[in-house]
C-alpha cells in the first residue's frame, strides 16, 4: 500500500535546495509525482505531490525538519486520494 503526501517547501533561493529535498524522498523509498516551483522575492517556493510506501511515510515526515539546515521549512499534509483512484480515473 502506498501513501500520498503534499509538500510545501519554503526558503531562501540557493541552489540545492530541490536536490535535498529529491534526495531524503529517494531515501525513504518515495517517489516524485508532480510539482510546481516558484522564485517569488527571492526565496524558493513549491509545492510537491510524492507517493512513498506506506511503512516509509512516517520516516520521512519525521526527517523533513532537517532540512531547516539546508534552510527550507517544509509542511506535510496527507492527500484524501488514493493513487487506485488516479488510475481508474485516467482509464
Do not use: N, Y
Not at 510539482?35 to 519525521?62: C, K, N, T, W, Y
Amino acid at each position: 500500500m502506498e501513501r500520498a503526501l503534499v509538500l510545501t517547501i519554503i526558503g531562501k533561493d540557493r541552489p540545492g535546495l530541490v536536490e535535498a529535498l529529491a534526495d531524503l524522498i529517494a531515501q525513504h523509498e518515495g517517489s516524485w509525482d508532480e510539482s510546481r516551483m516558484a522564485r517569488l522575492a527571492g526565496h524558493f517556493a513549491g509545492v510537491v505531490q510524492i507517493h512513498i510506501p506506506e511503512d516509509r511515510a512516517e520516516g520521512l515526515i519525521a526527517a523533513l525538519p532537517g532540512l531547516v539546515d539546508r534552510g527550507l521549512a517544509v509542511s506535510v499534509v496527507d492527500s484524501d486520494w488514493s493513487l487506485a483512484d488516479v488510475d481508474h480515473r485516467e482509464s
